[in-house]
């Protein structure tokens, strides 16, 4: 009843062509965007800013790269977290070995060299496909812990490997309080999410989903496969580069090869899968699921525990977690195989008929 | 449809299972919070009872929490109430932060965080002087840390990755006959690939370049189970002693390859982490021989304090973990560590009030005018375990006193006397590691006025 097109009528191809071309949908991103930038702000305290908000916003953006090699263009990888390491410490050493170097600067730069070394990666892509491939883009996890535990150039010779940086600001505003990293990590994932839609919406992303649904007939019909794999490779490494950046910089402020291991890469996987592959929306749905409900739970528990009267061992609750969290996986993949986005444009659906349904 | 509903049942039956199965035991912690009016200290208990280090990782928290239950049940500190709240970590760095953010306001506000993960301890290093809250690494963390001057919420109590590889160093040229006789002898370091394990690297370089030994080093992936080409290279290369510097399974693993290798266990020596009981119990008398640094205390099964949890703690049913541990040497460390953030807190109480909550900022001042004399040990309990410490503004770690114990096959038994490293190598490392930490972070480092404050 309230969610119906009747009546919203088209009268230019760029009405018809907007992102959301219904009003409502309009609405509810605005009204969510504001809710974003205005409401959290007022009223989220530290804790949830720390380690819920900003680790969900990141990841968010990693999966949305993960997003569109995988879900856009068919191209299994699991060397995600090696492009997120790349694009850290890159734009860790611009900050450190360029004079004056501003962050933004430096985060794009690391998202252009960790571009830059999944194309090189993507190579593989071009001969072999499918599970061959997620096992080809291994390599790039291996060799990329390898060298920066390493190689000692690129963690600035650090004693243990580890790296931090600290002090960040943008444009002379300071980039400190829990706040203000939140609307960074806000800002740059609003601008990239709109990027990755409007570049699945153009060309670019249909040459990429044509290569996905069958890269014979894509090439048939005159798609460079070369050309679409390796720019997906690029623009996916790309977001993961960024990613990994803010990962660094802001949520941890100090890392060792082992933030980006090859247990993130799975993580961003899943996120993918469980999300909805092939849906913007389906990453943020993914990354809630994956980063926040596991301290959900481990929250919850002892809650529910000290409801009924019993406290909960810490270690009986970190299995629980583990259980329940992996039950609800299986779950969420029997009831709905293509992922949480797919479930929500049923709901959007149903919607649309309520309160009438035929 | 049927079998949707069965499915239904069947993982609802299987989570009220899981509630049930980990429900018990530990029933007693929460209950006493109730009783309000009581001043309370909150100590944030920062956990590894699961994964691949939980060996490890549950003697050190049970003996942490057992001694905050024995100072309450000895009246608290000077009255006030010690409250404390676990947070699992896994020895993950991500979920180690998200559990020192939910915990550095809760209870009043945190007293002091213990990771007990050097990988956690970097990130949190960067957090604590915004929030103000000190940081006891006791015998982990950063090693230019010592210097409170820079490092002014970092306190690697009882010493540092640099003291023990010196110390080892030391022992090492005091077998050879001293320290003209290293050189030439081939020195393997095993370590755990992290900054854990890369920590004592500086150093052993350091004196690799005095005494002309050749070192060599052999990473072991995390968390440490495949180190089958590591012990290769050892046979391939025949090294006189090998430094083990692991965690966790990554310890037991080792002795194990040596064992198979044919590599004489008494020319291994290990950090203190890789000098407990979980470490050698599995290999047993195959491990016989191995060295390990003692942090000062070993297995004290004898010591007053392990008594006094045994009567006050486990005697009255509230012991945290299995009453057998009490007196292993994680146990002891953990309870050691608990011990001094108590110390810190009572410091802090003869300036600021005694019987009144301590502030994290002061109960740093508390930490970084710790001084515990053999007098007030043994009023404690820690008679025979434990050297006087006193630290400073330019010296967080308070004291540097190390022993070298050794598997008998069935126990830990010192093997040395006390070592103390030496501060002619080590102070100029800690001095300019941490002056180019101060320059890469813009802080500047406080005068001696400023420490008087």
């Known amino acids: 009843m309230i969610y119906r097109e009747n009546g919203q009528f088209k009268t230019s191809y760029a009405a018809d062509q907007q992102i959301f071309p219904i009003l409502q949908d309009r609405w509810a991103i605005l009204g969510i965007l504001a809710f974003a930038f205005v409401a959290v702000p007022l009223f989220a305290d530290e804790y949830l800013f720390r380690a819920i908000l900003i680790p969900f916003l990141i990841l968010s953006l990693a999966a949305l790269g993960v997003n569109l090699l995988v879900g856009y263009c068919g191209q299994i990888t699991l060397g995600a977290g090696a492009f997120m390491a790349v694009g850290a410490y890159a734009a860790f050493n611009f900050i450190v070995r360029v004079d004056g170097m501003p962050l933004v600067g430096a985060l794009l730069l690391g998202g252009f060299t960790a571009a830059a070394v999944g194309v090189v990666f993507g190579v593989p892509s071009l001969r072999v496909r499918g599970l061959y491939l997620a096992v080809a883009t291994l390599a790039a996890q291996f060799f990329w812990d390898w060298a920066f535990l390493r190689i000692k150039w690129f963690t600035n010779d650090s004693s243990s490997g580890s790296v931090s940086v600290s002090n960040l600001s943008l444009f002379g505003f300071p980039i400190e309080s829990p706040t203000e990293k939140y609307l960074f990590c806000l800002a740059v994932l609003v601008v990239f999410a709109l990027l990755a839609k409007n570049l699945t919406r153009g060309a670019i992303g249909r040459q990429w989903m044509a290569i996905r649904d069958m890269d014979v007939a894509a090439e048939v019909i005159g798609i460079r496969p070369m050309y679409a794999k390796l720019s997906a490779f690029a623009v996916s490494s790309f977001f993961l580069g960024v990613a990994g950046g803010l990962w660094g910089f802001v949520h941890l402020g100090s890392w060792e090869p082992a933030a980006f291991s090859l247990d993130r890469s799975f993580q961003l996987l899943f996120m993918v899968i469980i999300g909805g592959l092939g849906s913007i929306m389906g990453s943020f749905f993914g990354a809630a699921f994956i980063v926040i409900l596991p301290i959900f739970l481990n929250q919850l528990l002892p809650w529910l525990g000290g409801l009924v009267g019993v406290t909960i061992s810490t270690a009986g609750v970190s299995h629980a977690e583990i259980m329940i969290f992996g039950a609800l996986i299986v779950f969420f993949l029997i009831v709905e195989p293509h992922g949480i986005a797919r479930l929500w444009s049923t709901a959007k659906e149903k919607l649309r008929l309520w309160p009438f349904p035929h | ?453």
């Open chain 2, 1 to 453: 449809m049927k079998l949707r509903n069965y499915a239904l049942a069947a993982s609802l039956a299987a989570i009220g299972l899981s509630f049930t199965l980990t429900a018990p035991v530990h029933a007693q912690a929460k209950g006493k919070q109730a009783q309000a009016q009581v001043a309370e200290q909150f100590f944030p208990v920062l956990v590894y009872r699961t994964g691949p280090f939980a060996p490890n990782g549950t003697p050190w928290a049970n003996g942490f929490v057992d001694y905050l239950k024995l100072v309450n049940a000895t009246g608290g500190i000077n009255g006030v109430k010690a409250t404390f709240e676990e947070c699992e970590t896994g020895y993950a760095t991500d979920r180690s932060v998200e559990c020192y953010e939910r915990l550095k306001n809760k209870g009043g506000g945190a007293t002091a965080f213990q990771s007990l993960s050097t990988g956690a301890t970097f990130a949190l290093t960067e957090k604590a002087p915004v929030d103000k809250i000190p940081l006891i690494t006791a015998g982990y963390g950063r090693s230019e840390s010592a210097n409170g001057a820079v490092f002014t919420w970092n306190f690697p109590l009882l010493g540092t990755y640099w003291v023990g590889a010196d110390v080892l160093i030391q022992h090492i040229a005091k077998k050879e006959g001293g320290f003209d006789k290293l050189k030439g002898k081939k020195i393997t370091l095993v370590y755990h690939d992290s900054p854990y394990g890369k920590e004592p690297i500086p150093l052993l370089q350091e004196r690799a370049k005095m005494h002309g030994f050749d070192l060599s080093l052999l990473p072991v992936a995390s968390p440490g189970v495949e180190q089958k080409s590591t012990w290769l290279q050892i046979r391939q290369n025949k090294p006189d002693y090998v430094l083990l510097w692991g965690w966790g399974v990554m310890n037991s693993t080792a002795l194990k390859e040596a064992q198979a290798t044919g590599y004489p266990r008494e020319k291994m020596y290990g950090i203190w982490w890789a000098g407990a009981e979980p470490d050698v119990k599995d290999v047993g008398e195959a491990a016989k021989g191995y060295n390990a640094l003692a942090l000062q205390h070993g297995a004290e099964p004898n010591a007053k304090v392990t008594k006094d949890v045994l009567a006050l703690v486990h005697g009255k049913g509230q012991g945290t973990g299995p009453k057998d541990e009490v007196g292993s040497v994680l146990y002891m460390r953990g309870l050691i560590s608990a011990m001094l953030g108590i110390e810190g807190v009572k410091r802090a109480q003869e300036r600021y009030g005694k019987g009144k909550t301590m502030t994290g900022e002061q109960a740093r001042w508390g930490l970084e005018n710790l001084d515990l004399d053999q007098k007030k040990l043994d009023a404690l309990g820690f008679a025979g375990v434990m050297r006087p410490i006193q630290t400073s503004c330019l010296d967080h770690m308070g004291s540097s006193w190390v022993r070298v114990h050794t598997w008998s096959g069935s126990k830990w038994e010192f093997s040395s006397d006390w070592y103390q490293a030496d501060e002619k190598v080590i102070r100029p490392m800690v001095m300019l590691a941490s002056a180019r930490y101060a320059e890469e972070k813009k802080i500047t480092p406080r005068t001696p006025e400023q420490c008087k404050q």
